[in-house]
């Protein structure tokens, strides 16, 4: 077979309201909305189309991993240990639920973030190498 997948293009979010949700994440994530009705947003955020889906209450995108502890199915990198740091803090002033910035024992750092329903999203300090080669970012 010679193709090959090239890209995850869309993540589906569940959300109890899409109204209150689509603007939290305009309005905290900077993310860009191009479509919204009742069932659904499409936003463009970090060079990829999330969809937040209405779903029913209580439900995310977390799952609990062997050891009982609760995992995002998202991670965000940023460039470098310096940008991480200033969204930790922009997030924060913002009002966005946080964890601490953690040595997980691999290269770089990292924290978690909550949106409105729960959902569970990490971001890492470090950027990609293709994404850096492909978008000319420097360190």
Do not use: C
């Not at 240990?81 to 964890?99: C, M, N, P, Q, S």
């Not at 909550?114 to 950027?127: C, H, I, P, T």
């Amino acid at each position: 077979m010679s193709e090959k997948l090239l890209r995850v293009g869309t993540t589906y979010i569940p959300v109890t309201n899409v109204e209150l949700s689509s603007v939290w994440y305009v309005n905290k994530l900077d993310a860009e909305l191009s479509y919204k009705d009742e069932d659904k947003a499409i936003l463009n955020l970090a060079n990829q189309s999330i969809f937040l889906v209405k779903s029913k209450e209580h439900q995310s995108s977390n799952f609990i991993d062997i050891y009982g502890e609760e995992r995002f199915s998202l991670t965000f990198e940023v460039n470098g240990l310096d940008a991480l740091e200033t969204i930790h803090k922009d997030f924060i002033g913002k009002g966005i639920r946080v964890g601490d910035i953690e040595n997980r024992g691999h290269s770089g750092r990292n924290f978690v973030f909550y949106d409105l329903d729960s959902n569970k999203f990490d971001v890492w300090s470090e950027l990609s190498p293709i994404f850096r080669e492909k978008y000319f970012i420097s360190e």
